[in-house]
């Protein structure tokens, strides 16, 4: 499986951005992660191909992650944007059970799409 990320940009405090995540074959589990200078990946929210979706508590309210299965593709809506929230947004995919917010349990990432608030 394949994964493109889209999206990412500069945006000011307050505003609003929208990763895609673009698959190219199944994956049950999809979720988005992040790293920022300095820190360890975080999971950031997660979704399975049936809908049901987790979140960080630091975002919660704030992002949402949705998928369109015709097109394959996984988004993430972020408002409110904080500068906290300024990192290297990853999409990941995996098919077997585990912690969605644990990275060693994906086996297929992105590249990567840089996110910067200020």
């Known amino acids: 499986v394949q994964l493109v990320e889209s999206g990412g940009g500069s945006v000011q405090a307050g505003g609003s951005l929208r990763l895609s995540c673009q698959l190219s074959?199944?994956?049950?589990?999809v979720a988005w992660f992040r790293q920022a200078p300095g820190r360890e990946r975080e999971g950031v929210a997660s979704?399975?191909?049936?809908?049901?979706?987790l979140y960080t508590d630091s975002v919660m309210g704030r992002f949402v992650i949705s998928l369109d299965n015709a097109k394959n593709t996984v988004y993430l809506q972020m408002n409110s944007l904080k500068p906290v929230d300024t990192a290297m947004y990853y999409c990941?995919?995996?098919?077997?059970?585990?912690?969605?917010?644990?990275?060693?349990?994906?086996?297929?990432w992105g590249q990567g799409t840089q996110v910067t608030v200020s």
């Open positions: 074959g199944y994956a049950y589990f």
């Open positions: 979704v399975t191909w049936n809908g049901d979706t």
């Open positions: 990941a995919a995996r098919s077997t059970f585990g912690l969605w917010y644990r990275d060693s349990e994906y086996n297929y």
